[in-house]
């Protein structure tokens, strides 16, 4: 704050409510959104901002079962591990070839995976169905955790890259000297080096598949094998039929939250980072 | 490379090498790694991303229902395409969700940057606001809908101030509007994110300056503020620009059940795409991917567009 100034002018002490209004709005849904988790369906209308006088935990049960948001919570999180973990291993070599190593292709490279990431998915969605087909990945978690290993490259590598590009140089010369093969460089130095970056990609992956929908509408057709997406979209076609039971709808959608919202809350500041800062360099 | 490699009459162990020389044995051994590196990455990006883009381009030239042969159309998918009135609605919402939630997103998030600029507890209010962001598009749908549901919050809150018929928001007129206010919300915080990030990299004395001059608020956003940002606003449309055309599943949970639709009044492109290959009684493989290029084509034009509007000498400070 500037010291000339005494009190702060009009526009911001108009701005501040308005500021924490808009922030207080997003709590005030997340609140309310648990608290409705725990109601019955009447008391949802009836007192949509009253606590619960008795907590319903059997939502919860109902979700876990009719829903089968157990299994769909054990799909997502082998599938999203498994994807984050392929990502890295195939992304992080890359991106520090072409950032470190320097040849004619390193620009060309970079811009081309770049490109990726101003493609829809509706653009490469219909190949890739009938591909899948063809080997007889559709339904099948395997080809769906291929088709998000291979379209988190993008992003990834794109991420890492400008990762890599900001360790410094004197390292790998220091290895060089002490007689290090390129390689050993690579998998001794450098990857612990960027351990800080290959987590926040890791993280930003894991948070994008949790609750992935297009991909697994299309390319997932059996119950048993349904994401946490598709398990509450289920959910909201049993509704239709059996009449509303928005306890459990709420539980099941605290179910896909709830996860993100403990993730946000202990990395928040480098999920952030993660997904803002390579605009502003 | 430039330089010219000399090789030297007695091998050198040891000895340090520029890292730019050709001899260089730590360059030689590096180099050697490039493409071992780059390739498996690349090959699963050209043949998941590249090939499937370009075949797309064949199919969309094409009339198929995803098997048997394909019959060679032409441009009659695009022709079709032109004339489907629900195909008009599409696209129609597709440029008013990028422009005027766009417009809404960012006038927001200019003015919750400035105002958190300068205030306390902003990094609590930053991570609140930029938290709709991270979560899955189909419960922040289903969140936004019961608030408006005709019993909701929203109704429950007009009848208390005295509004007796509250407007049936979830209706086929009123839901493209309810939508594109959640997309508001959901959007302005990471928005914000990077402008309050760009901003905070203009050196204070230049508002000190300011100050000292007497500007107020406006014209220290005018000339100070809005110029030295303006790379980032251009980075920050080109990433909008991107993200509001692929926009799926908010809109798509709408409909309320997995296998079933929106009403097609609400659709944008990439609703129209999925709907004609997959969630229609015969598939029309050609007119998804007719949309499809028609995404892309939107997507590249706004880019080149925006590069230009935004193509300016760089300001040092």
């Known amino acids: 704050m500037a010291t000339t100034r005494r009190f702060p002018g009009p526009s911001k002490l108009l701005g501040a409510p308005l500021a924490w209004l808009f922030a207080l709005f997003s709590v005030a849904v997340a609140g309310w959104m648990l608290l409705t988790s725990l109601k019955s369906t009447r008391a949802i209308f009836a007192e949509p901002w009253s606590l619960p006088t008795s907590p319903q935990w059997d939502n919860y049960a109902r979700a876990w079962t009719a829903s089968d948001f157990a299994g769909a919570t054990l799909n997502t999180v082998v599938l999203v591990v498994g994807t984050a973990v392929a990502t890295i291993a195939l992304s992080a070599p890359a991106a520090y070839a072409l950032s470190r190593i320097l040849t004619r292709w390193n620009s060309g490279i970079t811009a081309f995976f770049a490109l990726g990431l101003g493609i829809p998915a509706q653009v490469i969605i219909l190949p890739l169905y009938v591909m899948m087909n063809e080997l007889y990945l559709v339904d099948s978690l395997t080809g769906l955790w291929i088709l998000y290993v291979a379209t988190s490259m993008p992003f990834t590598v794109f991420f890492l890259t400008g990762f890599f590009g900001s360790l410094p140089r004197e390292l790998e010369e220091a290895a060089a000297l002490d007689g290090a093969s390129a390689n050993r460089t690579f998998w001794q130095i450098m990857l612990p080096l960027a351990r800080s970056g290959i987590i926040t990609a890791m993280i930003l992956n894991i948070i994008q598949h949790w609750g992935e929908t297009l991909f697994g509408l299309i390319f997932l057709q059996s119950e048993e094998k349904a994401t946490l997406s598709l398990a509450l979209l289920g959910f909201l076609q049993r509704m239709q039929y059996n009449g509303a039971d928005w306890g459990g709808l709420f539980a099941g959608v605290c179910t896909v939250v709830l996860p993100v919202l403990a993730c946000y809350i202990w990395l928040g500041r480098r999920i952030i980072e993660g997904m803002t800062l390579g605009s502003v360099k | ?317």
């Open chain 2, 1 to 317: 490379m430039a330089a010219t490699a000399v090789r030297a009459t007695e091998p050198t162990r040891r000895q340090p090498a520029a890292p730019a020389e050709r001899g260089s044995p730590l360059t030689r051994g590096r180099r050697r790694l490039f493409w071992p590196f780059v390739v498996p990455a690349l090959v699963l990006y050209v043949v998941f991303y590249v090939l499937p883009a370009l075949a797309t381009g064949w199919i969309s030239l094409n009339k198929w229902a995803g098997a048997g042969p394909m019959e060679f159309a032409g441009l009659d998918n695009y022709r079709r395409l032109l004339l489907d009135p629900v195909f008009q609605d599409s696209f129609a919402n597709t440029l008013t969700i990028l422009f005027v939630v766009g417009g809404a997103t960012f006038a927001l998030s200019f003015l919750l940057t400035m105002i958190l600029r300068d205030m306390a507890g902003r990094k609590a209010v930053r991570a609140i606001i930029f938290f709709p962001n991270i979560v899955s598009g189909i419960v922040l749908s289903i969140l936004w809908g019961f608030l408006f549901q005709a019993e909701g919050v929203v109704n429950q809150a007009l009848r208390a101030f005295g509004v007796d018929s509250p407007p049936n928001w979830l209706g086929t007129d009123n839901l493209f509007s309810v939508i594109m206010i959640g997309l508001v919300w959901v959007q302005t915080g990471f928005f914000t994110t990077i402008l309050m990030a760009a901003v905070d990299r203009i050196p204070k004395d230049l508002y000190e300056v300011c100050d000292l001059e007497g500007a107020n608020a406006w014209q220290r956003f005018r000339n100070v503020t809005l110029p030295l940002m303006w790379d980032v606003v251009g980075v920050c449309a080109v990433l909008w620009s991107i993200s509001a055309i692929k926009i799926f599943e908010f809109i798509y949970a709408f409909a309320g059940a997995a296998g079933q639709l929106p009403p097609t009044k609400v659709w944008n492109t990439a609703l129209y795409a999925y709907a004609e290959a997959f969630a229609s009684g015969v598939p029309k493989y050609g007119s998804a991917a007719a949309t499809g290029m028609v995404m892309l084509a939107l997507v590249g034009v706004l880019v080149v567009l925006l590069r230009r509007l935004f193509r300016r000498d760089p300001v040092q400070f």
